[in-house]
Nanobody, 126 residues
């Protein structure tokens, strides 16, 4: 599968952005998916994940109710609505899909995901 993240940009602190992850090459309806982010000089961190059905969602501790992950399997697309953005949210955001074999846990790691998009840059100014 090919994943393409979009929707990043420059926003002031307190603002909102909605990221999209469009998939092509196969349908995503049997795959768990997630968003990770990577700030300069730092590791890639887990942001949010959603089960293949959309029934289960998990978030990184830092999200604290500010972000919402969702998916539309009919459109083969996943989303991340980000509200109350902070300067520390500045990073490249990556979407990923897993191997379609295992269940989704509450704190997935980078190695749990097979396919990755190229990322979209989110910059939050203070």
């Amino acid at each position: 599968v090919q994943l393409q993240a979009s929707g990043g940009g420059l926003v002031q602190a307190g603002g909102s952005l909605k990221l999209s992850c469009a998939a092509s090459g196969r349908t995503i309806d049997t795959y768990n998916m997630a968003w990770f982010r990577q700030a300069p000089g730092k590791e890639r961190d887990f942001v949010a994940a959603i089960s293949s059905s959309g029934f289960s969602t998990y978030y990184g501790d830092f999200v604290k109710g500010r972000f919402t992950i969702s998916r539309d399997n009919d459109k083969n697309t996943m989303y991340l609505q980000m509200n109350s953005l902070k300067p520390e949210d500045t990073a490249v955001y990556y979407c990923a899909s897993d191997y379609g074999v295992y269940g989704l846990g509450p704190m997935p790691s980078v190695s749990d995901f097979e396919s990755w998009g190229r990322g979209t840059l989110v910059t939050v100014s203070s």
